[in-house]
């Protein structure tokens, strides 16, 4: 099974803030990737897929790309809204696999 | 309005069984791909199964194959999904997911609001 790893497990920054969210899978996937954002006590909710097509009504400051094994995830300007755990999924033939997480917070 | 209402939940020993349901409203049901995604407490997001759009496919995690079983009522616009032989590590908030493709497990643009499944003795 293709397994999804991604980095940091953790940061914090400012408002304002450019922040980077990777997400490496162990074999090549294309572009079937997506993210997703829980912020906390809430249900996931898609932000990207296709590796960097946003998902409708989600703000233009996420923005993701990639293909094959390594893909991100950027917001260009962190706000006190997206404090939330961010995750990247693969899709398409096989086992459904999510990354293990990134639990993004306002220093 | 899209809205996906799971139920079924609740504590149950290990090596027993419940069954979850999640009713679906305000999408064409049957046209559609559903999953279950899992989250044990303060864990990740966890693939557990889907089922394409008119049941004829199935598609399990392997660390559910055999003991698991989705299944679909396209007539009451309800998935299910069985659970046996449970064990401790299957404690979990599971969600229910509407993917975005017919026939087999893709993205998901809709969830549930979750259903706790706590196994223990």
């Known amino acids: 099974d293709i397994q999804m790893t991604q980095s940091p497990s953790s940061l914090s920054a400012s408002v304002g803030d450019r922040v980077t969210i990777t997400c490496r899978a162990s074999q090549g996937i294309t572009n079937y990737l997506a993210w997703y954002q829980q912020k906390p006590g809430k249900v996931p909710k898609l932000l990207i897929y296709?590796?960097?097509t946003l998902q409708s009504g989600v703000p233009s400051r996420f923005s993701g790309s990639g293909s094959g094994t390594d893909f991100t995830l950027t917001i260009s300007s962190l706000q006190p809204e997206d404090v939330a755990t961010y995750y990247c999924?693969?899709?398409?033939?096989?086992?459904?696999?999510f990354g293990q997480g990134t639990k993004v917070e306002i220093k | 309005e899209v809205q996906l209402l799971e139920s079924g939940g609740g504590l149950v020993q290990p090596g027993g069984s419940l069954r979850l349901s999640c009713a679906a409203s305000g999408f064409t049901f049957s046209r559609f791909a559903m999953s279950w995604v899992r989250q044990a407490p303060g864990k990740g997001l966890e693939w557990v199964s889907a089922i394409g759009y008119n049941g004829g496919s199935t598609y399990y995690a392997n660390f559910v194959k055999g003991r698991f079983t989705i299944s679909r009522d396209n007539s009451k616009n309800t998935v299910y999904l069985q659970m046996n032989s449970l064990r401790a590590g299957d404690t979990a908030v599971y969600y229910c997911?509407?993917?975005?493709?017919?026939?087999?497990?893709?993205?998901?643009?809709?969830w549930g609001q979750g259903t706790l499944v706590t196994v223990s003795s």
């Open positions: 999924q693969k899709y398409g033939s096989g086992p459904q696999t």
């Open positions: 296709g590796a960097s």
């Open positions: 997911a509407k993917d975005t493709y017919s026939s087999s497990p893709f993205y998901f643009d809709y």
